[in-house]
């Protein structure tokens, strides 16, 4: 099961993107059960947690991206979305979905880069 990213794209410091992931190798009920997750990896960085939803969007978020990033998804379509505003240049990364334990294979990801 290899999740497909989309969505990702340049925009400028202050603006919004949504990228979006479907996980549709995977049988529904296995989608819903788990906690699905927003990666990013950075350039020389490694690969970081930034955004987890339960099945009944409980959701989580690391410090940096607090109040700026939302999480949603589709159970239904097994879809995954991370809505992200006030983009900074430091956002700048890979994004890739995934099970928050990372059980799926990994997607090519999507790119999204913040310029000044």
């Known amino acids: 099961v290899q999740p497909v990213e989309s969505g990702g794209g340049v925009v400028q410091a202050g603006g919004s993107l949504r990228v979006s992931c479907k996980v549709s190798?995977?049988?529904?009920?296995?989608?819903?059960?788990?906690?699905m997750g927003w990666y990013r990896q950075a350039p020389g960085k490694e690969r970081e947690l930034v955004a987890t939803?339960?099945?009944?969007?409980?959701?989580w978020y690391t410090d940096s991206v607090k109040g700026r990033f939302t999480i949603s998804r589709d159970n239904a379509n097994k879809k995954v979305y991370l809505q992200m505003n006030s983009l900074k240049p430091e956002d700048t990364a890979i994004y890739y979905c995934?099970?928050?334990?990372?059980?799926?294979?990994w997607g090519q990801g999507t790119q999204v880069t913040v310029s000044l």
């Open positions: 995934n099970s928050d334990m990372g059980e799926f294979s």
């Open positions: 939803i339960t099945r009944l969007s409980s959701s």
């Open positions: 190798g995977a049988i529904t009920s296995v989608f819903n059960s788990k906690i």
